[in-house]
């Protein structure tokens, strides 16, 4: 388990929140909302009528992802003022609430 020490640089705190906005605002929203508005309606139309539901799940799902994404952007965010006030802990204990959510 790797944990920001309290000598963290702002170099790595600014890191953090960019690979997070990298990965999860560009990259997996993006192919959520591919799928969302391109491959699921279309593959809605190929499978038969029992398979609604399925797809129903699946984007239900991209909500619950989407919800906790933010979560943990918003941790990633507040990262930045946790380690410049030495309260380490308490970004480590919102961030294993979100975790324990999944």
Request: glycine content about 0%; some cysteine; hydrophobic content about 40%.
């Amino acid at each position: 388990k790797t944990k920001l020490s309290k000598d963290s640089t702002k170099f790595q705190k600014d890191q953090i929140v960019n690979c997070f906005n990298f990965v999860i605002n560009f990259n997996w929203k993006a192919l959520m909302r591919v799928e969302r508005e391109i491959f699921f309606p279309w593959l809605q139309e190929l499978l038969p009528y029992a398979a609604t539901p399925l797809i129903e799940d699946i984007l239900t799902q991209h909500k619950t992802i989407n919800k906790l994404s933010n979560e943990i952007g918003t941790l990633c965010n507040s990262l930045r003022q946790d380690i410049d006030s030495k309260d380490i802990a308490a970004t480590e204990m919102k961030l294993q609430a979100v975790l324990d959510n999944l």
